[in-house]
């Protein structure tokens, strides 16, 4: 079983930039996929970004291009990179992680983070 935290929430303008990480104990990641989902407010938790153990990476539509997922197996770490912030990017951001391909689904994630909170203001 890995651990994962994560960490670099925060209360940032609208238009401005964070830096989210999963940080894992417990098991290397190089092996697993990650993704990055994040849950708002009375509303499900969506995916947002993944990475794959062969770093293939994968977005949702809402912030392609503007988000950057990627990852360090030597510090066993991937990183959400959140550019432009827009107020409907408040969420509470959740790393997961599963053994095989990146998957979108959450129900194909077994490791999860304890969140860390977004808040964009306008």
């Known amino acids: 079983q890995v651990q994962l935290v994560e960490s670099g929430g925060g209360l940032v303008q609208a238009g401005g930039s964070l830096r989210l990480s999963c940080a894992a104990s417990g098991r290397t990641l190089s092996s697993s996929a990650v993704g990055w989902f994040r849950q708002a407010p009375g509303k499900e938790r969506e995916f947002a970004a993944g990475i794959s153990s062969g770093y293939i990476t994968s977005y949702a539509d809402s912030v392609k291009g503007r988000f950057t997922i990627s990852r360090d197996n030597a510090k066993n770490t991937v990183y959400l990179q959140m550019n432009s912030l827009k107020p409907e990017d408040t969420a509470v951001y959740y790393c997961?992680?599963?053994?095989?391909?990146?998957?979108?689904?959450?129900?194909?994630?077994?490791?999860w983070g304890q969140g860390t909170q977004v808040t964009v203001s306008s």
């Open positions: 997961a992680a599963r053994l095989g391909p990146l998957r979108l689904e959450i129900r194909e994630y077994n490791n």
